[in-house]
């Protein structure tokens, strides 16, 4: 994935064979005021639904969210989702871009994130675990009885 903006560090196949992205992307603050911060994306084709996202702010805390990837993938071109997380294009003309933000009880962040990396990694996700195919290796059987493993275990 070379190409891109300075800020992009991107491979593949990271050494544990997750695919991972890490994307220096920026915390909109208000209309004048951004912040620096670098979000590593990561992704399991055993957890095959979801997109790990890890922020890490100069200074701060690292914090990790875990996006629906069609959520994501739809973001990049159109509004998708609701409620705590939410992606949409933005309509500058000057960049390819998606606002992502993340809510949780009565606080919200949100950010910018470059569209051609992601969109690139995450067509790479898609050649591991394609679209619709999330649930195929799913034994039914198993997480039945498992969920109802655990009910009984509740209810003891």
Same mark, same amino acid.
């Given at each position: 994935?070379?190409?891109?903006?300075?800020?992009v560090?991107?491979?593949?196949?990271?050494?544990?064979?997750?695919?991972?992205?890490?994307?220096?992307?920026?915390?909109?603050?208000?209309v004048?005021?951004?912040?620096?911060?670098? /979000?590593?994306?990561?992704y399991? +084709?055993?957890? #095959? *639904?979801?997109?790990?996202? =890890?922020?890490?702010?100069?200074?701060? &805390?690292?914090?990790?969210?875990?996006?629906?990837?069609?959520?994501?993938?739809?973001g990049?071109?159109?509004?998708s989702?609701?409620?705590?997380v939410?992606?949409?294009?933005?309509?500058?003309?000057?960049?390819?871009t998606?606002?992502?933000?993340?809510a949780?009880?009565?606080? /919200?962040?949100?950010?910018?994130? +470059?569209?051609? #990396? *992601?969109?690139?990694?995450? =067509?790479?996700?898609?050649?591991?675990? &394609?679209?619709?195919?999330?649930?195929?290796?799913?034994?039914w059987?198993?997480?039945?009885?498992?969920?109802?493993?655990?009910?009984?275990?509740?209810?003891?």
């Amino acid at each position: 994935m070379s190409g891109y903006q300075p800020g992009v560090q991107a491979s593949r196949t990271a050494p544990h064979g997750r695919p991972q992205l890490t994307l220096d992307i920026e915390r909109v603050l208000d209309v004048s005021a951004r912040q620096a911060i670098r /979000a590593e994306f990561s992704y399991d +084709p055993e957890r #095959p *639904l979801i997109v790990c996202v =890890e922020f890490l702010i100069a200074g701060g &805390p690292r914090v990790l969210w875990r996006i629906g990837r069609d959520l994501l993938q739809q973001g990049m071109y159109s509004m998708s989702g609701f409620g705590d997380v939410q992606v949409w294009p933005t309509n500058l003309e000057e960049r390819a871009t998606a606002r992502l933000q993340l809510a949780s009880g009565d606080m /919200a962040a949100l950010f910018e994130l +470059p569209v051609p #990396p *992601l969109a690139e990694w995450l =067509e790479h996700t898609y050649q591991l675990v &394609p679209a619709g195919h999330e649930l195929a290796d799913v034994d039914w059987d198993v997480t039945a009885a498992g969920l109802l493993d655990g009910r009984r275990a509740a209810s003891d």
